[in-house]
């Protein structure tokens, strides 16, 4: 059975940081490509970071460039999103996604609100 759940959302202040993970299992992590995505408050759902199942190489919206980084850890079959000088706009419900080819798996999603 394919799992993703991520976890560590939480409110925050502005400035502030948080670490978030996704943990999967019922597939082979390491051929993923994992992705995060967020859907703030009546908004669409949009790309925020991805990293790849090959070599690593990430990249990241423009409106967190610099201050967001994802990673991944192959053993541990969990990809992580290190989201420092957190802003209001970044509040969202938060969520992980896996991709093959056609494959594609989705996380429930974990809520990060930003405020003072």
């Known amino acids: 059975q394919v799992q993703l759940v991520e976890s560590g959302g939480g409110l925050v202040q502005p400035g502030g940081s948080l670490r978030l993970s996704c943990a999967a299992s019922?597939?082979?992590?390491?051929?993923?490509?994992m992705t995060w995505y967020r859907q703030g408050p009546g908004k669409e759902r949009e790309f925020v970071a991805r990293?790849?199942?090959?070599?690593?190489?990430?990249n990241y919206a423009d409106s967190v460039k610099g201050r967001f980084t994802i990673s991944r850890d192959n053993a541990k079959n969990t990809v992580y999103l290190q989201m420092n000088s957190l802003k209001p706009e970044d509040t969202a419900v938060y969520y992980c996604?896996?991709?093959?080819?056609?494959?594609?798996?989705w996380g429930q999603g974990t809520q990060v609100t930003v405020s003072s």
């Open positions: 019922g597939f082979t992590f390491s051929n993923y490509a």
């Open positions: 996604n896996a991709a093959l080819l056609w494959s594609k798996y």
């Open positions: 990293i790849t199942s090959g070599d690593g190489s990430t």
